[in-house]
């Protein structure tokens, strides 16, 4: 089985995308090439604390969460991405 190619430039058409993940509404903010993956954001109004360096929790922020598009020998889809749902 051959690998699957998903290009940056097809990722990226979904920034800005809302999706649903693990019954939360979230927003594509952000592709990373490492993986490749993509950073989602909560829309939800509630905000978690966002530590420093040191582990210190000085402002609260939108919740993010990097979901991976590929599996490990990239010849599938990560599990992770196939839960998200368009809305």
């Given at each position: 089985?051959?690998e699957?190619?998903?290009?940056?430039?097809q990722?990226?058409?979904?920034?800005?995308?809302?999706?649903?993940?693990?019954?939360?509404?979230?927003?594509?903010?952000?592709?990373?090439?490492?993986?490749?993956?993509?950073?989602?954001?909560?829309?939800?109004?509630?905000?978690?604390?966002?530590?420093?360096q040191?582990?210190?929790?000085?402002?609260?922020?939108?919740?993010?969460?990097?979901?991976?598009v590929?599996?490990?020998?990239?010849?599938?889809?990560?599990?992770?991405?196939?839960?998200?749902e368009?809305?």
């Amino acid at each position: 089985m051959d690998e699957i190619i998903i290009t940056l430039e097809q990722l990226r058409q979904m920034i800005g995308v809302q999706v649903r993940y693990r019954d939360c509404l979230w927003q594509v903010i952000e592709v990373l090439e490492d993986g490749p993956s993509l950073v989602l954001e909560c829309l939800r109004p509630t905000k978690v604390l966002q530590t420093d360096q040191y582990g210190e929790g000085y402002r609260r922020v939108p919740q993010r969460v990097s979901i991976p598009v590929l599996s490990r020998d990239k010849r599938e889809l990560h599990p992770e991405f196939l839960e998200l749902e368009l809305e």
